[in-house]
């Protein structure tokens, strides 16, 4: 299987599974049903990480078709860095153009999405209480659709 493809499809499971994740934290009936949880609990935290990873596989994968290639030690943070350098060059802002004749996205604003997740994965996993996360969980499972999506697109016509 293309490393690429495999990263994407990675990507689109962490997305998936944030939601399944979500759904269980805001739905008392199901934890108890389905899981036998007895007192309620909620896994926003875990949303707000596999989001992140959404994020990360997807320009992993928008990477490996430009032919760059990342890895340990520090993978995370040369993908990043990577990727900022291909938003700096306008590469990534001229093929949204291509794409889009309407103004959807710009490289900029997934270049942002990708730090915000890459931070609050740091903050929100090991730092707040589970229950105060909703809110930032929301707001992940938003960003890690849009910057998938429109990375998704731009990897199809690499």
């Known amino acids: 299987m293309d490393s690429g493809l495999y990263l994407a499809q990675r990507a689109e499971n962490e997305i998936k599974l944030a939601g399944i994740i979500f759904r269980i934290s805001e739905s008392l009936e199901i934890q108890k049903e389905v899981f ?3 007192e309620p609990e909620t896994y926003y935290s875990s949303v707000i ?3 992140y990873y959404a994020v990360f596989y997807s320009a992993k994968a928008y990477l490996l078709t430009k032919g760059i290639r990342t890895g340990p030690p ?3 943070r040369k993908s990043y860095e990577t990727f900022g350098r291909l938003v700096d060059s306008g590469e990534v802002d001229v093929e949204l ?3 889009y004749s309407k103004a959807l996205a710009s490289a900029e604003v997934l ?7 890459k931070k609050k994965r740091g903050k929100f996993t090991y730092r707040t209480l589970p229950q105060a996360n ?3 969980a929301k707001e992940s499972v938003e ?3 849009y910057f998938f999506k429109h990375i998704h697109e731009l990897c199809e016509r690499a």
């Open 36 to 38: 036998e949880i007895k």
């Open 49 to 51: 990480s596999h989001c």
């Open 74 to 76: 520090g993978e995370h």
């Open 97 to 99: 153009l291509k794409i």
């Open 111 to 117: 270049l942002r999405i990708f730090w915000k997740e």
């Open 134 to 136: 909703v809110e930032p």
């Open 143 to 145: 960003n890690a659709k």
